[in-house]
């Protein structure tokens, strides 16, 4: 992002959470009419709407495609695709406080915070929408940072074999 501030593509990456804020907003109000639905469904949408309104969206797409990005390069970090999208769900919600809350310790005497988990079915959901919105974004930096590196490779097995026949 860094290298080119002005690009198109985190519009429309910011312009893809927006869709998925609408669409979030669309369930839940179906769900206020009466309309039947999946309550895990419902409650991925409501944090999506409580994100919406915390965050900026860019703040949103930066995490997720970050996550994408380490899903990408380092596979072998997430157990399995439910498990990406489990964490995927958590560093996003993690971007605000509406993932902690409050309560009294005792033995302490005062007020700890804690965290405030979304069922895993939720979670599940939250992060599949995440992955399928922004996740093109973090595959794309992907992308580019591999062949970045794999010039680099390049550029260092030239040198050494250039040196190695000048002995």
């Known amino acids: 992002m860094a290298k080119n501030p002005d690009s198109v593509a985190w519009v429309t990456l910011d312009e893809r959470w927006r869709a ?4 979030a907003r669309g369930i839940v109000a179906a ?9 895990y ?8 709407i409580k994100l919406a309104d915390d965050v900026k969206p860019r703040q ?4 997720a495609t970050a996550m994408v990005m380490m899903w ?4 072998r970090q997430f157990r399995s ?5 489990i964490q995927l769900a958590r560093r996003v919600r993690g971007v605000t406080d509406i993932n902690f809350g409050e309560r009294w310790d005792n033995v302490r005497g005062r007020v700890r915070r804690c965290y405030r988990e979304l ?4 979670s599940l959901i939250l992060g599949h929408w995440l992955a399928e919105t922004l996740g093109v974004g973090g595959q794309h930096l992907a992308r580019l940072h591999r062949a970045e590196l794999e010039k680099k ?6 040198l050494h074999d250039a040196l190695s026949k000048l002995a």
């Open 119 to 122: 069922t895993p079915k939720a």
């Open 72 to 75: 990408e390069l380092e596979p």
């Open 20 to 23: 998925l804020e609408d669409h």
């Open 31 to 39: 769900s206020l009419k009466g309309r039947a639905g999946s309550r």
């Open 60 to 63: 949103v797409v930066e995490v």
């Open 41 to 48: 469904e419902r409650a991925a949408a409501h944090e999506v």
């Open 81 to 85: 695709d439910r498990a990406f999208w």
């Open 153 to 158: 490779a390049n550029e260092g097995r030239a």
